[in-house]
């Protein structure tokens, strides 16, 4: 803001508190927060650490528009919600609404009215507050807007890391007080919410020998089920009755186990900050820990701030045009180095090709076309690429056996899109550079997408780099497809309207006296003609 605009913004009242006590961040928060930061984790165990959490609270990552989770001052917890309405600088600054459950059951109602804490379900706006006390906002939530209702749903997602109330009973609200004193239990989510089934989820355990570390019990070499060795189970389904199990998501990393020795295969390391002082911990199996591959060999590139391993996946550029929608997957990697000369390193890499879209997609009439996103095969037979063929790392989902992989779009990815586009156009298209773009951020990747037109900003000072910003508008004559905002749906049958990622990183730069995040993005993965 400019001048003295952010001393206006603090200016303002922020009584405008919700009515609920629940929904007001405790001090001490900080205080648990800072704990984490010196050193000490939950109940100041000590161990490895591996992940920065603090890096996702950093300034740059607040942005208009984003949910947030905030720490409830009952359990120090980030059960609670709320909006980013403005971000103020360059004095940091924001303007919240909370978000306040509105659950339609009557036997939810009966808990919300008892002040029991809910992380789940149905919410709606409230209140507003001013705040600049970062301290109080644990990370993003992901969250869906009813397009009548008005209602704002929190559901747990496949991927993420919840905290379960331990021995919960729907009927607490009878004698709250006697469960304030919370215990938890730890999943991996397993499905997306649905309505008829809720969510499968499998059970942590806190790995003796690291800070933050779970692991499932289930799990093993090649993927191999393995029941745990005690008596509780692996797995459960929560009911859509039981959505106020949850008591609240942690944010999480995942590791590849080869990180530190010792380290199960497929574990989280989850945010200190949002795990209870005492958990119980557990020695992790033999069979769990992974071994080794011989072939798993890294070597950094020339190319800035690429190393190269066997098992990774790559963007590479399509012939037709050189934007990066073409993939591979590094199967072995070869040094050779002559006297007195610079090594050359060769890279064996499979490259995927692309299968079918299903009935009910819509698909290039032209085989030949690229497609940057879908399900593709991962042939056995390999093509020499050096360092310099290759655009950026991917990360698509494997199937179990290793001979397919899926790459779709993601939340906050940057990726290049047909902005007017036929199905019967062919790669001659491509070539004469007849294809009209757009670049978008992704906002969601339920069953639809919804994106964000980005158009360039223009710096004076800066020659070599590209940044994007949220555009202010679209051409007129796109309106009557994706409608008038720029903010618009791209139906998952029409995913072969994503042409590629592009590698971004978020920036903010101030413009007009006023912070506003960017995208820097790979000026080598951007048509030239991506204006709007």
Known sequence: MKGTGTAA????????????????????VGDKRKRNEDGGSNGDSGGLKFNDFEKLRKEVNFTVGQTWALYDKMDGMPSLYARIRKVSAPSFGLRITHLEPDPDDEREILWLEQDLPISAGQFRLGKNENTGDRSMFSHVVHCKEGSNSGHITVSPRKGETWALFKNWDINWSSEPDSHRKYEYEFVEVLSDYADGTGVSVAFLHKAKGFASVFFRMG????????????????????LPQDIYRFSHMIPSF????????????????????????????????????????????????????????????????????????????????????????????KMHVCRLKAIPFPAGFIRWVD???????????????????????????????PSKDGTECTILPKI????????????????????????????????????????????????????????????????SYRHEVDGTGVIFTIPQSKMIRFSHQVPASRVTKEIDGEMEVLYEVDNSAVPYHCDL
């Open 254 to 345: 995942k590791m590849t186990g080869f990180e530190a020795k010792g380290l199960p295969k497929d574990a989280y390391e989850l945010d200190p900050a949002a795990l209870p002082k005492t958990i119980e911990e557990k020695v992790v199996p033999p069979h769990l820990i992974p071994r080794p591959k011989p072939e798993a060999l890294c070597f950094p590139s020339k190319s800035k701030g690429k190393v190269f391993q066997t098992g990774q996946f790559w963007a590479f550029s399509s012939h037709y045009d050189y934007m990066p929608r073409s993939y591979c997957r590094i199967q072995k990697i070869t040094v050779t180095q002559a006297f007195e000369q610079e090594p050359e390193i």
């Open 367 to 397: 085989k030949s076309m690229p497609v940057g996103c879908g399900t593709f095969s991962v042939p056995k037979t390999c093509s020499i690429f050096t360092p310099g063929s290759v655009s950026h790392q991917i990360f698509p989902q």
């Open 9 to 28: 913004f603090y200016s303002a009242s922020s009584a405008e508190n919700v009515h609920s006590p629940r929904l007001s961040c405790a001090v001490s």
């Open 412 to 475: 906050g990815q940057v990726w290049v899109i047909y902005r007017s586009w036929f199905h019967d156009y062919d790669v001659k298209a491509l070539e004469g550079k007849y294809m009209d773009y757009e670049v978008v951020e992704v906002l969601d990747d339920g069953l639809n997408y919804k994106v964000l037109a980005l158009t360039p900003g223009e710096f004076p000072n800066e020659e070599e780099n590209r940044f994007f910003r949220a555009a202010k508008s679209r051409p």
């Open 219 to 238: 799990t093993g070499d090649s993927d191999t089920f393995r029941m745990p060795t005690g008596d509780e189970p692996d797995t459960s389904q929560i």
